[in-house]
């Protein structure tokens, strides 16, 4: 019968291997002697050690070290850059109400910040009332964004961190025409 080399290694490793597992003492493996046999060519410093029978074979394992310069990964939740954009508008969100020269602010709570994110914080909409940011999302962030224009109330909407995975859904904020009081004559 022939035998693939490769095949016998492979078994004999796994042999030892479910020995070890199974608590079998290294003085009980197939030795009918206390001595283990050794080729008639090895020096007493090549031999195997012998271990009390009372004691059983522990294999150790010891992490490589960790090479410098590696970079340490981003933490977990980290979702990237991503634009957080939407239009103003004057009293519905309908085409035809875009509201310019309104100021949107964004804020953004994190437990992991990064430098930048939510730059520029304030922007003033053009005509078509479009406001856009780039922000660093994490999936535990709170985003804010907060409108604002003289003679309107304010808006305000909050996206979390995870509505942003792939991209953040654009935000229409709509700002309704402040109550204007009315003065007149005395009423006595």
């Known amino acids: 019968m022939c035998y693939n080399n490769a095949k016998m290694k492979s078994y004999l490793w796994a042999c030892l291997f479910l020995m070890l597992l199974s608590g079998c003492r ?44 590696t970079p340490t990964p981003p933490p977990a939740g980290d979702i990237g850059w991503r634009k957080v954009k939407g239009v103003v508008y004057a009293e519905a969100a309908t085409p035809g109400h875009e509201l310019a020269g309104a100021l949107v602010e964004c804020s953004q709570f994190s437990y992991v910040p ?15 009332g479009v406001f856009e940011f780039d922000v660093f999302v994490h999936d535990t962030d709170t985003i804010t964004l907060a409108a604002q224009k003289p003679g309107y109330g304010t808006a305000e909407r909050r996206i979390l961190g995870v509505d942003c995975f792939g991209s953040c859904s654009p935000v229409d904020l709509v700002l309704l025409k402040s109550a204007t009081p009315v003065s007149g004559g005395g009423g006595q």
């Open 26 to 69: 290294l003085g009980e493996m197939s030795q009918p002697s206390a001595t283990p046999a050794v080729p008639p060519h090895a020096s007493p410093s090549t031999r195997m050690p012998t271990l009390p029978s009372d004691q059983v074979a522990t294999p150790t394992w010891t992490p490589a070290p960790i090479p410098t310069g």
């Open 114 to 128: 990064r430098k930048g994110s939510c730059a520029p914080y304030r922007i003033t909409t053009g005509p078509d």
